[in-house]
T-cell receptor, first 113, second 111 residues
């Protein structure tokens, strides 16, 4: 039972344009959501998070939107840069601050120069 | 400040053998979690340790076991290795409440 889903295995975006990565979840108990970025041969690196009491969180070029009624979140990267090429994982946890994360299967983002 | 480190980087074992993977937490962190990432999948939660006690377990059989030491470093032990245990094993450390910081992982291949 995949509780966190990333339905797009890959995404290609032109440099300078907006990248939008999507994530859906099924477990209503999830109240904290995170995005991680992973390069080959490295561990996941935290990007940005959002708690269920918010619907938007922004950090520089990265913005995460949360739609609780649709159980959907998205990560926007503007403008996209070549260094953003990586695999992006959406993760969720129940009980804010509890770090037992449930991950999606990831989306490979490729930024085209 | 030292980040999360894991050893070894790569490991090759044969089916039926036992393996021990090691993790050193980021300075000050008292909680360690282990994840298994199979090829093409997201990381899956194995278990978590807080102050040397297991504090939650995912859907993994008992042949996956762990330890956390007084200095908050940790070990993951897997007995009776199976081919499907081939994966990247990730360790993550954190404070009791807080987002985890991941190490680079140990790539285990079971032949």
């Amino acid at each position: 039972d995949q509780q966190v889903k990333q339905n797009s295995p890959s995404l290609s975006v032109q440099e300078g344009r907006i990248s939008i990565l999507n994530c859906d979840y099924t477990n209503s108990m999830f109240d904290y959501f995170l995005w991680y970025k992973k390069y080959p041969a490295e561990g996941p690196t935290f990007l940005i998070s959002i708690s269920s009491i918010k619907d938007k969180n922004e950090d520089g070029r990265f913005t995460v939107f949360l739609n609780k009624s649709a159980k959907h979140l998205s990560l926007h990267i503007v403008p996209s840069q070549p260094g953003d090429s990586a695999v992006y994982f959406c993760a969720a946890s129940a009980n804010f601050g509890n770090e037992k994360l449930t991950f999606g299967t990831g989306t490979r983002l490729t930024i085209i120069p | 400040e030292t980040g999360v480190t894991q050893s070894p980087t790569h490991l090759i074992k044969t089916r039926g053998q036992q393996v021990t993977l090691r993790c050193s937490s980021q300075s000050g962190h008292n909680t360690v979690s282990w994840y298994q990432q199979a090829l093409g999948q997201g990381p899956q939660f194995i278990f978590q340790y807080y102050r040397e006690e297991e504090n939650g377990r995912g859907n993994f059989p008992p042949r996956f076991s762990g330890l956390q030491f007084p200095n908050y470093s940790s070990e993951l032990n897997v007995n009776a290795l199976e081919l499907d245990d081939s994966a990247l094993y990730l360790c993550a450390s954190s404070f009791r409440t807080g987002r985890p910081f991941f190490g680079p992982g140990t790539r285990l291949t079971v032949l």
